[in-house]
Each structure stands twice: as C-alpha cells, then as structure tokens.
C-alpha cells in the first residue's frame, strides 16, 4: 500500500492542526493505521495507533487528550487531529500501516508514508 501523508506547516502553540494520510494500492480497511514522529535529533517515537474499523485506538501518553486519529475507509484514508499544540509536538509525522494492530514498535509496520513537516512555535 502507498500511503501520502499531507497537512502539516508552522503554527503557534495552542493551534490545532490537521494531519490526513492518503493510501492507494491495497485494501485500506486490512490495515491498522499508526502515526508516528520524529522530532530533531530525537528516534521515531509512536504517536497513536488506530483499529480497522476506527473501533479500538492507542495514543502515546505524551498526546494523550490532545491528539485524536479517525479513519473513513471510503476515502481510504486517515486523520491526525492535534489540538492544543506545544512547541515539543515539533517534529516530521510520518504514517504507518500494519496488517496487524501492532502497537507502538515501529518496526511492526510494514508500510510508511513520506512525512509532513509540524512546527510549532512558542
């Protein structure tokens, strides 16, 4: 599966911001979809993780309460809401697809879109 991340720019802290993946090639709805990040000088570091059907999803205690991930498997595509964003949100947010719901181990992912660059300024 391809997987085009899109919607990332500079923002102030406490805007939000929108993240969309756009994947083509295989079936969307077989996959769990994760977003990860990678900020400068930083590893890849889990952001959250949603289910198949958008049933079940995971967040990494950091965005907890601020950022939200949906899916439409009709546009065969996912969303990375992010609300109230802090300068540490700063970093390249990449997308990620599993056959599995994999977790926050970035290795399990066996599909990765190109990334979007998020700053937030303070």
């Known amino acids: 599966v391809q997987l085009q991340a899109s919607g990332g720019g500079l923002v102030q802290a406490g805007d939000s911001l929108r993240l969309s993946c756009a994947a083509s090639?295989?079936?969307?709805?077989?996959?769990?979809m994760a977003w990860f990040r990678q900020g400068p000088g930083k590893e890849r570091e889990f952001v959250g993780l949603i289910g198949w059907d958008g049933g079940s999803s995971d967040y990494a205690d950091s965005v907890k309460g601020r950022f939200t991930i949906s899916r439409d498997n009709g546009k065969n595509t996912v969303y990375l809401q992010m609300n109230s964003l802090r300068p540490e949100d700063t970093a390249v947010y990449y997308c990620?697809?599993?056959?599995?719901?994999?977790?926050?181990?970035?290795?399990?992912?066996?599909?990765w879109g190109q990334g979007t660059q998020v700053t937030v300024s303070s």
């Open positions: 990620a697809a599993s056959s599995y719901y994999s977790g926050a181990n970035y290795r399990s992912y066996t599909y």
């Open positions: 090639g295989r079936t969307f709805r077989n996959y769990a």
